[in-house]
């Protein structure tokens, strides 16, 4: 079936370091791509999305392209802030609107 | 707006017990969710409404029941509660199109003892 697969955290990097997630998935179809963010107490909201290969989604800073050549969605951003501190996911959907999750990756910045 | 709204924030359930846990969204969108979100493996979906009338099984249905009552509420009932059932319990809301963004309530922590 269609799944994604994001790297383990959790991750702790200090402020105004690169931060890479990676993010690969399994799909059928062709798939739109998602990165949601969850910050702290709060439910999950949309941080970028890519619906075709070679997209790039960004939003904040942050940054990641869709390469169907290696079923891969990596996001980065250039500088953290401690505000970045959160939960990332990353997500497809391929012939619906239902959205497949990886497990998530914690990230923490340190000031 | 309020985007997408759900009570309660929080829940304590005995073994055996039932609730339901209310969502309503504003935004007009046709299709609706319910996921629960579990440590080390994302959020995964429990039943989603396509359309106001329409309800449909997702990864882990067992144990849950759905109702869409219009096109903004989504309600999630538990019938008989199961220590397994502890979890954290987020709505969501879109349109109905591949490549939508989905909206997030705040979630339900849900512990059954």
């Known amino acids: 079936g269609d799944s994604v697969t994001q790297m383990e955290g959790p991750v702790t990097l200090s402020e105004e370091a690169f931060l890479t997630i990676n993010c690969t998935y399994t799909?059928?179809?062709?798939?739109?791509l998602f990165w949601y963010v969850q910050y702290p107490g709060e439910g999950l909201q949309l941080l970028l999305k890519?619906?075709?290969?070679?997209d790039k989604g960004s939003n904040k800073g942050f940054e990641a392209t869709y390469r169907k050549e290696t079923t891969s969605f990596h996001l980065e951003k250039g500088s953290v802030q401690v505000s970045d501190s959160a939960v990332y996911f990353c997500?497809?959907?391929?012939?619906?609107?239902?959205?497949?999750f990886g497990a998530g990756t914690t990230v923490t910045v340190r000031a | 707006n309020a985007g997408v709204t759900q009570t309660p924030k929080f829940q304590v359930l005995k073994t055996g017990q039932s609730m339901t846990l209310q969502c309503a969204q504003d935004m007009n969108h046709n299709s609706m969710y319910w996921y629960r979100q579990d440590p080390g493996m994302g959020l995964r979906l429990i039943y989603y409404s396509a359309s106001e009338g329409t309800t449909d099984k997702g990864e882990v249905p067992n144990g849950y029941n759905v109702s869409r009552l219009n096109k903004r509420e989504f309600s999630l009932r538990l019938e008989s509660a199961a220590p397994s059932q502890t979890s954290v319990y987020f709505c969501?809301?879109?349109?109905?199109?591949?490549?939508?963004?989905?909206?997030f309530g705040p979630g339900t922590r849900l512990t059954v003892l």
């Open positions: 799909a059928t179809g062709y798939p739109s």
């Open positions: 997500a497809l959907s391929v012939d619906d609107y239902k959205l497949s």
């Open positions: 890519a619906t075709k290969a070679d």
């Open positions: 969501a809301s879109s349109e109905a199109s591949r490549g939508d963004t989905q909206y």
